[in-house]
């Protein structure tokens, strides 16, 4: 812990190439052909040496040296022939990013990622790679002349920065042989093995959120640094699992990368992953701001007797290893199947009480630590108050409670409110009308529910519904009914009538509960329109006569009546509603077609207008 940054700078960092049976199968370049390439940047001495500053490690952004070198090499040359090459790229930078490029805009072919060959091969001019991230590419230099330059670039800085050159290729002789890329690599179904299991997209077991962020000036997940006896996450053997990872840290990047599992991406930032980023991973780049899914199942670890043999515990970190170094790191304890986690519970429930409390936790495993907090944070055995005795509650309070078995591993956080009242406990009510559009005269249901203030439901309790027209004074009662078990209630055969507000009052018949009232529910009416159009079939130059009734109480409004042909507004006509609140319009249409016409009554007084159901009729020559 602390010291992998200078570990890394001073080389302890390597490759291995490992090949299949299948890959073996496939006409890529091979031999010498098949080329390593491991990036780096460094700072030197004068006398040739790495030079890693004193404060580099204590650098937020992560150490960048001033030089790229590849294999060791600073900004080296390298001899190719007129054939395509396969190249294994691999950042091992501590933090820099590169954004890969030749420096004439040749494409160039990604065929592979850390934990597999993509299933096809995708060309680009430009590949970004982050610390830890592992690319192989393929680069034709078939139609180069011999004594061709190019260089690999890294296009994330400005032409004039050292660190723009990474290497030049020399076009230096003509040959040829038979490597290539085929338009198919390696399907779906041949990439899976005992540690490539495939994601079960639909039985996902559970879904993960980690936070990768600046937090009390340090560098977090989830805004905890690393704990080694904490687990942060217990996957099972066989499971699959989505984690969604965040930067949310403000202006750094971090390349994420998990132990023991490859993952695919699921999506980034809400889209598709980069074509180039489809096959199976070990680090991901996330950039700032963003939000990136990834779906993985955890395979079987062989944990035997065996001198170096696995444990069931992995970490998952920032692979800037700075950021690694001051602890952006959590903790993976993979499970078997028969694995169980310790949960907690409160005796007393949690609710409401008129008296102080003392609550008693206790785990499902007795031999499990509990860790609590009153404080609204998340409890973590690092900053909460460790269980030893009854909690004394004397005011509201929330209580989050975790237990943490012997092997470190966690069990879901529980929440527990107490409300300790000295005076009667404030009651919400609500009310609401059914159907929430209501026609004049036309029977509706008013109903609502009756709640203590931490969410427990009042039962047997009176209410009394009441109504007035919008804006008058007084409330006048318009019914009575009793609350149900679960502190419901409901009104029938309610007359709806324009214009009208109504509300629920509980009048307090339980001395330990506050009187309350529903907030004012505005009903706003829908008028009924009546239309008829007739004949359904005239002539041209002929006459139809449309005419119809809207509910009482509308004599002296407007009826609009729109008129379409096509699905076109061709006329627009109004008439007015008379004593009886009738309307009759005769209408000549101008051309032949299929007409359509729609009778509608506008908004009057926080009345809702209402449309006539639609009405067709045809124009003949």
Not at 85 to 109: H, I
Not at 112 to 141: C, K, M, N, W
Not at 159 to 171: A, G, K, N, Q, Y
Request: net charge negative; charged share 25%.
């Amino acid at each position: 812990m602390h010291i992998t940054s200078t570990n890394v700078y001073k080389g302890l960092a390597g490759l291995y190439i490992i090949k299949d049976e299948t890959e073996e199968a496939l006409a890529l370049p091979r031999g010498e052909y098949d080329v390593p390439l491991v990036i780096q940047d460094r700072l030197f001495r004068s006398d040739g040496s790495f030079f890693y500053p004193p404060d580099a490690a204590d650098d937020n952004d992560g150490f960048e040296g001033d030089i790229v070198v590849v294999n060791g090499a600073a900004q080296p040359r390298f001899e190719v022939g007129t054939c395509a090459y396969r190249f294994r790229v691999l950042n091992g930078s501590n933090a820099r990013v590169y954004d890969l490029a030749f420096s004439d805009g040749r494409p160039f072919t990604v065929i592979a990622t850390e934990g597999s060959l993509l299933r096809q091969p995708v060309s680009v001019t430009t590949l970004p790679i982050s610390p830890a991230e592992r690319y192989e590419i393929v680069a034709d230099f078939t139609n180069d002349p011999v004594g061709t330059k190019v260089v690999l670039e890294n296009r994330r800085v400005d032409r004039d920065e050292p660190t723009r050159e990474i290497m030049r290729f020399d076009v230096a002789r003509a040959e040829t042989h038979e490597g290539g890329v085929p338009d198919e690599l390696v399907p779906e179904d041949l990439q899976y093995d005992d540690t490539h299991l495939p994601p079960e997209p639909n039985n996902v077991a559970r879904r993960r959120e980690f936070r990768f962020e600046r937090s009390n000036s340090q560098f977090t997940i989830n805004g905890l640094v690393f704990d080694g006896n904490r687990i942060d996450a217990n996957p099972r053997e066989g499971d699959t699992e989505v984690w969604t990872v965040y930067n949310n840290s403000g202006g750094w990047v971090h390349p994420v990368h998990i132990h023991l599992v490859n993952f695919k991406i699921l999506d980034r930032n809400g889209s598709p992953p980069h074509p180039w980023e489809t096959g199976w991973k070990d680090t991901v780049f996330v950039g700032e701001g963003e939000e990136i899914r990834l779906i993985m199942r955890w395979p079987k670890v062989p944990v035997t007797d065996e001198p170096g043999s696995f444990s069931h515990k992995y970490i998952f970190h920032c692979h800037n290893l700075e950021h690694e170094d001051h602890d952006m790191m959590a903790q993976i304890g993979v499970q078997t199947n028969d694995f169980t986690v310790s949960e907690v519970s409160a005796d007393p429930p949690p609710g409401a009480y008129p008296d102080k409390q003392e609550i008693t936790l206790t785990a499902t495993d007795p031999a499990a630590a509990i860790f609590f907090t009153t404080d609204g944070r998340n409890p973590l055995p690092s900053i909460a108050t460790r269980y030893t005795e009854p909690i004394e509650v004397e005011e509201s309070v929330t209580i989050k409670a975790i237990a943490v078995d012997a092997t470190g591993l966690r069990g879901p956080t529980a929440t527990f409110a107490y409300a300790i009242e000295d005076e009667p406990l404030l009651s919400t009510l609500s009310l609401a009308a059914s159907p929430a559009t209501l026609v004049h005269g036309q029977s509706a249901t008013l109903s609502g529910r009756l709640l203590i203030s931490t969410g427990q439901p009042i039962a047997a309790e009176r209410i009394e519904i009441e109504a007035r027209p919008a804006g008058s004074g007084e409330f006048d009662r318009l019914g009575r009914v009793d609350t149900n078990p679960d502190g419901t209630f409901s009104l029938a055969g309610v007359k709806p009538q324009r214009n009208t507000e109504y509300r629920a009052v509980f009048e307090g018949d339980a001395s330990d509960i506050r009187e309350s009232a529903s907030p004012v529910v505005r009903v706003l009416v829908r008028a009924r329109v009546s239309l008829n159009a007739a004949p359904a079939s005239l002539k041209r130059g002929g006459t139809i006569i449309f005419s119809g009734v809207v509910a009482p109480g509308h004599a002296g409004k407007l009826v609009r009546l729109t008129i379409r042909r096509g699905g076109r507004v061709v006329a627009n006509r109004s008439a007015k509603l008379n004593s009886a609140s009738r309307y009759r319009l005769a209408y000549k249409p101008p051309v032949p077609g299929a007409y359509q016409v729609t009778a509608t009554l506008p908004n009057q007084t926080n009345n809702l207008g209402a449309a006539s159901p639609t009405r067709r009729f045809r124009v003949v020559r």
